[in-house]
């Protein structure tokens, strides 16, 4: 008797590799250490993937999202059943992550429409108000290309808003032990200061794609911080200067490591 992920449309591997983002070589990979493999071979040994195959990739991807290494991953996978419950969990923390992404676009759409408002009652906005409305849509356009920001945006998306609050929770954490060893003038090279800057880089990757893609959007991120920590600042709660200057000495110590 054929069950219900057995029957129906079978997916190639480039199919797979086209839907997800991932490459042929990697889907290889999961195969070779058992965390994916397709469950069917055509007559000439081609693969093939079943519906429970796809919602395993699905599972993986987001675990893998999550910060999981493979190992942690195939874990996992092996402890849960592959049942409603497990992936409402994750349609759930990915739903509201979107809908977080979605309030902030109606923030700067209200404000958009603000100011078309006072221009419509032939009253032209002050300066403030553009320079308030710029700060929330040119750091991220100039330091980032519109691939790299749905890159960014789909990442967050992944890791579920859950892991996105504890991540930022992490971090602020983490900026208050570097903020003091910036003020105590610690050596970057110190072991207790390149612990933390290997804490905050890693914590830093959770949001980056693997490969060539992720290199580019940490790379445009630290750009961003760089160039940006002015304006950066003015909406995080420490002073826009130590933060500036925390940036610099965080160049610092990965220079020195």
Not at 105 to 111: A, F, V, Y
Request: hydrophobic share 40%; charged share 30%.
């Amino acid at each position: 008797m054929i069950g219900k992920d057995d029957a129906g449309r079978r997916w190639s591997i480039g199919e797979v590799a086209r839907a997800s983002g991932m490459t042929v070589r990697a889907l290889h990979h999961y195969d070779e250490i058992g965390l994916l493999s397709a469950s069917e071979r055509t007559a000439s040994g081609h693969r093939r993937y079943t519906r429970r195959d796809v919602r395993r990739l699905y599972r993986v991807r987001a675990l893998r999202a999550l910060g999981l290494s493979l190992e942690e991953t195939a874990s996992v996978l092996m402890n849960s059943t592959d049942d409603l419950a497990v992936m409402s969990d994750l349609l759930k923390a990915q739903l509201r992550e979107l809908e977080a992404h979605a309030a902030r676009i109606r923030q700067l759409t209200h404000r958009l429409g603000g100011l078309l408002e006072q221009i419509d009652s032939a009253s032209m906005p002050d300066a403030e108000q553009f320079m308030m409305t710029l700060e929330m849509i040119s750091v991220f356009e100039t330091s980032f290309t519109t691939e790299q920001r749905e890159q960014l945006a789909r990442r967050r998306a992944e890791l579920g808003q859950e892991a996105v609050e504890a991540a930022k929770a992490e971090w602020a954490g983490l900026v208050e032990e570097l903020l003091r060893h910036v003020q105590d003038d610690t050596p970057v090279d110190d072991p207790r200061v390149r612990v933390l800057v290997g804490r905050w880089d890693a914590l830093a990757n959770r949001f980056h794609n693997d490969g060539r893609d992720g290199e580019q959007t940490r790379a445009a991120a630290r750009r961003t911080w760089q160039e940006n920590s002015e304006e950066i600042g003015r909406s995080l709660p420490w002073p826009a200067a130590r933060m500036r200057d925390l940036v610099h000495y965080l160049e610092r110590a990965r220079q020195a490591g």
